[in-house]
């Protein structure tokens, strides 16, 4: 098969080290590098881990947080880690309803307790 080419433009076999023609040196092109993989953003891990820990629901609104920033960067700077980030959001809002249904049953149980007395 004779796929590669010496400088002087004669077909060589692939693995011939110099042309049969004019004994030229065969150069072969280096194989491709492969491509780079992306970084994974660094605010869409700290989302999901601050939406799955919660911390007192502090880390819940800071999942939020970091979420929707971490999705603005990821296509920014064309990162990895947009799935981590959209977890991280999900959590979040999850953990920022449970804080709004607990106040909301706090302060009915407390209406509810001093119009009873």
Not at 59 to 76: D, E, H, N, T
Not at 86 to 110: D, E, F, Q, R
């Amino acid at each position: 098969m004779t796929t590669t080419m010496c400088p002087n433009g004669h077909p060589c076999a692939d693995a011939a080290p110099f042309c049969i023609v004019c004994g030229a040196g065969v150069v072969r092109a280096a194989p491709a590098a492969p491509a780079a993989t992306p970084s994974t953003n660094g605010l869409a891990i700290a989302s999901l881990v601050l939406g799955i820990v919660w911390l007192g629901w502090v880390g819940s609104i800071l999942a939020l947080i970091f979420g929707i920033a971490a999705r603005r960067q990821i296509r920014q700077r064309r990162q990895a880690g947009d799935g981590l980030a959209i977890a991280g959001i999900v959590l979040g809002a999850v953990g920022v309803v449970t804080l709004v249904a607990t106040i909301i049953l706090y302060a009915v149980a407390l209406h509810h307790s001093a119009t009873t007395y």
